[in-house]
Structure formats: structure tokens, C-alpha cells
């Protein structure tokens, strides 16, 4: 079984403040707001650009 990969984020302080306000607003963790605004991402450019590998 694969283990989940790490990656460290550096952002300024007001990205980091919003993204905090976004995730609480949402009822998410930090983390979890992270990884659902990167799913979005990808999500809407696969279906522009077709399925990534």
C-alpha cells in the first residue's frame, strides 16, 4: 500500500489567513481545504484538457 506523500507550502501570510477563514467557513482543516481546492483544480482542467496521467 502506497503511503500518502508530504509536500511543505510556503505562503504569505494573508493567502494563509483567508485560506484559514475559507477552511472554517467550510467546515474543513486547513489540510483538507488544501486538497479540495486541489482537486478542484484538477478536476476542472481535466475536463477542459481530458484526463491526466
Same mark, same amino acid.
Given at each position: 500500500m ?16 483567508? !485560506?484559514?477563514?475559507? +477552511? ?7 489540510n =483538507? @481545504?488544501?486538497?479540495? !481546492?486541489?482537486?478542484? +483544480? ?7 484538457h =481530458? @484526463?491526466?496521467?
Amino acid at each position: 500500500m502506497e503511503k500518502d506523500k508530504h509536500i511543505g507550502l510556503r505562503i504569505d501570510s494573508e493567502t494563509h489567513k483567508k !485560506l484559514k477563514s475559507l +477552511a472554517e467557513f467550510d467546515g474543513r482543516s486547513m489540510n =483538507g @481545504e488544501i486538497l479540495y !481546492l486541489i482537486r478542484q +483544480a484538477i478536476a476542472q482542467h481535466e475536463l477542459k484538457h =481530458g @484526463e491526466l496521467k
